[in-house]
């Protein structure tokens, strides 16, 4: 295994979600890997993606660490129309904005779901106000977990990432880890529920 999204399979065989809320849809592609997992395990899956999509922008990109290019919510919407008419059990909605904003006025399952994936913006400002809409869901994911890589590059995690975050609470970190292009590690941790028992069984 040499990428860290693939570890989202055994998470999702673990947990068997009937719904899943990802915070960063970015191109719909993990989105679909998600919801096809989860289809093997239940009849219908709710899906809720929420993204800036066209609202990015390169003021956004700094202030989130983002580097990868914005989709219009469009094109994410007609992927997964297509997933959908394949999938009769798929259901989606998807969400355009900052989700500082857009998750205090969503529907209230949302803050309830099986599996949340929390991998939007970067900063640490906004994966906490992620997280807070986000913490009565199941189990908790979340990308962005960093560390020093070989020549000791690391993001500041006093700005970007979930680090101090989840050094609060009961959490496992996925062993897998990725390369960031500008230097340092970046990993999977959990937290909530599935979290807990792991620590319990380690």
């Known amino acids: 295994m040499t990428d860290r999204y693939q570890q989202i399979d055994f998470i999702i065989?673990?947990?068997k979600p009937r719904s899943i809320v990802e915070i960063g849809t970015w191109?719909?592609?993990?989105?679909?890997?998600?919801?096809s997992a989860a289809l093997k395990h239940q009849?219908?899956?709710?899906?809720?993606?929420f993204d800036l999509f066209e609202d990015g922008s390169a003021k956004t990109d700094e202030e989130e660490l983002n580097v990868k290019q914005h989709y219009s919510l469009d094109a994410v919407t007609d992927k997964l129309r297509y997933f959908q008419n394949d999938n009769s059990g798929f259901s989606f909605d998807l969400i355009r904005g900052n989700t500082r904003e857009t998750l205090a006025n969503t529907d209230p399952n949302v803050t309830v779901c099986d599996l949340a994936f929390i991998d939007g913006g970067h900063s640490v400002e906004t994966i906490d106000s992620d997280y807070q809409a986000l913490n009565?869901?199941?189990?908790v994911l979340f990308d962005d977990y960093y560390v020093p890589d070989e020549n000791g590059a690391c993001p500041d995690v006093k700005k970007f990432g979930c680090?101090?975050?989840?050094e609060t609470m009961p959490h496992w970190v996925l062993p897998v880890s990725d390369g960031i292009v500008s230097g340092g590690l970046v990993q999977m941790v959990l937290t909530g529920k599935l979290a807990q028992e792991f620590i319990d069984k380690a």
């Not at 191109?27 to 919801?35: E, F, Y």
């Not at 009849?43 to 993606?49: A, V």
């Not at 009565?136 to 189990?139: D, E, I």
Request: net charge negative.
């Open 27 to 35: 191109n719909g592609d993990r989105a679909l890997a998600m919801a």
């Open 136 to 139: 009565r869901c199941q189990t």
């Open 13 to 15: 065989d673990y947990v």
């Open 163 to 166: 680090n101090e975050l989840v």
């Open 43 to 49: 009849n219908h899956l709710q899906y809720w993606g």
